[in-house]
């Protein structure tokens, strides 16, 4: 485990934490007026190792070779220019640090750290991390990495779980979820929805499952599978008979027939690994998708319509009515599609690049 200290003075700024992988939703922006809640689990932290925050530099300040030297294809509206590396735990795990009123600039129900570092060490004054718990953003804290260093405090921590722990410890995320607002006439209110988790992991795993469709229609799984991607897949590619098929694939489930172009895997919690198939799998286009979410969509729990009287059948974990329905159709979140599909080597091909430059329609008929 690590702790992470001032850089200035060593002063400990943060609870003992594990690694774990960045989650898909880290920079995600939900809706307008969401109460989201907090991105980290206590006691864990994550690496982004991609440039964030101020200064934000607008595509017309941006020279024509700069996104190539990212690995980022050009056509982007910004580029963060702060420091690679930044860290970020759950605020409740920081210590030692005070906030600086004064840096609340663009925030609208709290602190966005638009900015700059809004925390200080409370022992030198020295900035250290950017506070986050506006609307429609996740509750966090990121820390500089220019501010900060890490140190080792118990060098026996334990190993990863494996594959096999994962499917018995492992637990799915829900795709439905209450969401709580701010504004309304009467104070916080609250509507049924699709998880914002679900929607940033789609937009994600859509980029991939665009780039492995080399232009051509694509066929997912029925059931929810089918709901989360299947009406976006056909609005953004063409039509055909010749189409590659998508197929779950990942620990505890049965080979996919050599029909399967694409599959649709899980990533390793902790680790951020992707699960690798053998044999004659192997060729396919991997599209990995969080563990939480894979495991639902793989493995979806039983529910019956109504409750029974008596004992709960063999088989039935639960016997309540199915949760409410969302009201709309799945959209996958257009920020997170963005950004994962202009950092894909075939993002370069023009018909991917069309479909690139022509969102803006799809997020107006709520496609995203």
């Known amino acids: 485990m690590l702790v992470f200290v001032c850089a200035e003075c060593g002063a400990p700024l943060t609870a003992p934490l594990s690694e774990v992988a960045l989650p898909a939703h880290a920079r995600q922006k939900y809706g307008n007026g969401i109460q989201l809640p907090v991105l980290m689990e206590s006691g864990t932290f994550a690496v ?95 820390l500089a990495p220019n501010a900060v260093r890490s140190l080792l405090i118990n060098a ?36 049924w929805s699709w998880s914002p988790r679900w929607e940033a992991a789609a937009g994600q795993a859509l980029a991939h499952l665009l780039a492995a469709s080399r232009g051509g229609p694509v066929t997912v799984p029925g059931g929810l ?47 951020g690994q992707v699960w690798a198939p053998a044999g004659r799998a192997a060729a396919a286009y991997p599209v990995p998708l969080p563990f939480g979410m894979w495991l639902s969509l793989a493995f979806p729990q039983p529910y019956l319509a109504v409750p029974t009287p008596g004992a709960i059948p063999d088989g039935v974990l639960r016997d309540d009515p199915l949760p409410p329905r969302p009201r709309h159709l799945f959209r996958a979140d257009w920020g997170t599609f963005q950004r994962t599909l202009v950092r894909l080597p075939a993002v370069r091909s023009p018909w991917l690049r069309e479909i690139l430059e022509n969102l803006t329609p799809h997020i107006r008929t709520r496609l995203f």
């Open 225 to 271: 599978t089918e709901e989360v991607f299947q009406r976006t897949l056909d609005a953004l590619l063409p039509a055909g008979s010749l189409r590659r098929r998508a197929a779950l694939a990942g620990p505890g489930m049965s080979a996919p027939d050599a029909g399967a172009d694409i599959i649709l895997v899980p990533s390793h919690p902790q680790t």
């Open 48 to 142: 982004d190792p991609e440039p964030w925050g101020p200064p934000l530099r607008r595509r017309e300040e941006i020279g024509p070779d700069e996104p190539a030297a990212r690995d980022i294809y050009p056509l982007v509206h910004a580029l963060a220019d702060g420091v690679p590396g930044a860290i970020v735990i759950a605020p409740g795990d920081a210590r030692g640090t005070r906030l600086i009123p004064e840096k609340s600039c663009g925030a609208c129900c709290g602190l966005d750290g638009a900015d700059g570092p809004n925390m200080v060490c409370e022992a030198c004054g020295l900035p250290v991390a950017s506070r986050i718990d506006d609307c429609s953003l996740w509750q966090a804290v990121w």
């Open 156 to 191: 026996a921590d334990a190993a990863p779980l494996s594959w096999e722990e994962l499917m018995t410890e492992g637990k799915c995320t829900p795709p439905f979820e209450a969401l709580a607002t701010w504004g309304g006439r009467l104070g916080t209110s609250h509507y």
